[in-house]
C-alpha cells in the first residue's frame, strides 16, 4: 500500500522493508547452532552475535576463522541463495577492533570499549550540516525543532557506550554550524549582536535558542545539549526472563530503578574476546 493505493507485488522484498529483518532471521536461522557445533567437533570455541543480516563470529585463533568458519559460512549462504559480502566482511584483532551496528568494539590493554563508531559519527554530522544548509532562511523555532529529534535520537542510542567525548565533539561542531548559520542571516551585525540574538551563555556554553509564547509569556525554545547527555551503563536483562512469566514481575518492576537492579540481580559478564 502507497498513499492508498494497493501495487501487486510480483516478487521480491522492497528494500527497507519492515518485513526484510524477520525474512532475514529466518533465512539466517541454524546458522550459529551450525557454527558453534562444528567448531565444537573440532575442538574450537568461537561465540556468534547476530541482527538480522549482521553478525560476528569471534574465536581465540585467527587461521581458524579464515580456513574454517568463513568458508563454513559461505558454503550455509550459498544453499539459500546468499553471498558473503567481501566488502563488509574481514578478519580482525580485538585489539584493533572493528565496528558494528554503528558501534566501535575495541580492547584498549586489555579493556573492551564500545564507542560510536567514526563513519557514523561523520556521517551524523554530514546529515546536519546538510540540514541546516537547506533551511538557511526558516525561524529559529522552526530549525529546532528540526534538529533536536535528531539529536535526541542520536544521543538516545549511543548513551550506553562510552561516548562522552563523542557528544562533545558533536556539540562543538553543532555550535560552529549554528554560528555560521546566524552569520550567513546577518552579514552586517557584529559578532556580538549575533551572539546576543541566537545565543546564551550558560556556565561558559553557549546555547543556540529561540522564544516561543506559553500563556502569553515569552519563554527560551532550546537546542537540546547533546553533550549533556548522561551516560547510563546498560545491565543485561537474564536469559530466560519474559514479560509473559509472572515469576519474572518483580525482576522486570525492579529493573526501572538501575541501582538497585545492579546491585541486587546482575551478575559480573566476561567479555567475549
Known sequence: MD??????????????GIISPTLMLMTLAGLEQHVKSTALSKGQR???????D?????????????????????DFLEERGLTLSEEKTQVTHIDDGFNFLGFNLRKYKGKLLIKPSKPN????????????????????????KLVNPKLRGWANYYRHSVAKKTFNYISH????MLWHWAKRRHPTKSRRWIA????????????FHGWRKIANIDS???LVQIAQTPIKRHVKIKSPVTAYNPEFADYLKRRKQPDKCRNAWSTPVSPLF
Open 196 to 207: 546576543m540574538k541566537y545565543f546564551i551563555n550558560r556556565k561558559g556554553q553557549w546555547q
Open 173 to 176: 561542531k553543532l555550535f560552529e
Open 121 to 144: 559519527v561523520l556521517l551524523f554530522l554530514r546529515n546536519l550540516r546538510e540540514l541546516i544548509k537547506k533551511h538557511a532562511t526558516i525561524p529559529v523555532n522552526d530549525l529546532i
Open 46 to 52: 568461537v561465540n556468534f552475535i547476530s541482527y538480522a
Open 3 to 16: 498513499k492508498g493505493v494497493f501495487h501487486r507485488t510480483d516478487e521480491g522484498t522492497p528494500q527497507g
Open 220 to 222: 527560551q525554545f532550546n
Open 54 to 74: 549482521d553478525f560476528i563470529v569471534t574465536g581465540h585463533s585467527k587461521e581458524f576463522l579464515v580456513n574454517e568458519v568463513k568458508p563454513l559460512i559461505a
